[in-house]
């Protein structure tokens, strides 16, 4: 079984795509992460289920701290001494070169560059749109480097009936669930994830049943990007 956990709220840039933002959780997040996490263990506990040792999140900071909550408030669930691996294939969409800037400002330089066509509306959320600088990537493309790792554990992993933990960001989360035929692509745009809230699924022959565990958010126009 698998466990996608989107990381906390944190200190995030308005207006400025999450990408690569290096900021750490609000004291609201961590607060939060730790209420998820204990709802999390109650379920572990009745169900009578056990954790992987490793937990594998983002290289981002946001996510190895929700990562690190997890560890240290299901403590009791891992049989063995838990540690965190850090991704770069867990991370968010990259925007490339312009990583870190307002959008903005992104639609600006595109402007200013005569090689490069304005960028299509909502182009933030296009989940096959790539901005045209070096080392960006389209929602897509992320949710498959995603889904890729995941995959990757899942060759590698007997089934001795224990949850992996996954600690990433939404959007990515959401692309890479689409890879794996956990949701539809019709689903990407229609649903969010709750921060610090996990999803387990368990996969019977290479296929995902319904969720075990947790929920998906209903996407609002005011949601805070992911």
Aim: some cysteine; aromatic content about 10%; overall charge negative.
């Amino acid at each position: 079984m698998i466990a996608f956990i989107r990381h906390g709220a944190y200190e995030q840039l308005k207006k400025v795509p999450s990408a690569l933002q290096p900021f750490p959780l609000t004291p609201e997040g961590e607060q939060e992460v730790r209420r998820q996490a204990r709802a999390f263990g109650a379920w572990l506990a009745e169900q009578g289920l056990r954790l992987e040792a490793q937990v594998d999140a983002s290289t981002l900071l946001r996510a190895w701290q929700t990562a690190s909550l997890y560890v240290e408030e299901l403590s009791e669930f891992f049989d063995d001494a838990p540690m965190i691996a850090s991704f770069p294939a867990l991370c968010e969409r990259s925007v490339g070169a312009v990583a870190n800037l307002s959008i903005d400002e992104i639609e600006r330089i595109l402007a200013l560059d005569p090689r490069f066509d304005a960028p299509p509306a909502h182009w933030k959320s296009d989940s096959h749109y790539c901005l045209p600088f070096d080392g960006a990537e389209s929602l897509w493309q992320a949710g498959e480097r995603v889904a890729s790792h995941v995959r990757g554990w899942q060759q590698h992993a007997g089934d001795n009936g224990r949850i992996k933990l996954f600690v990433g960001h939404g959007a990515s989360i959401r692309h890479a669930a689409c890879h794996l035929n956990v949701i539809e692509f019709c689903d990407i745009k229609r649903l969010s994830m709750f921060y610090g809230h996990p999803i387990v699924f368990e996969f019977i022959e290479g296929k995902p049943t319904v969720n075990c565990f947790g929920d998906w958010k209903q996407r609002q126009i005011h949601d805070v990007p992911d």
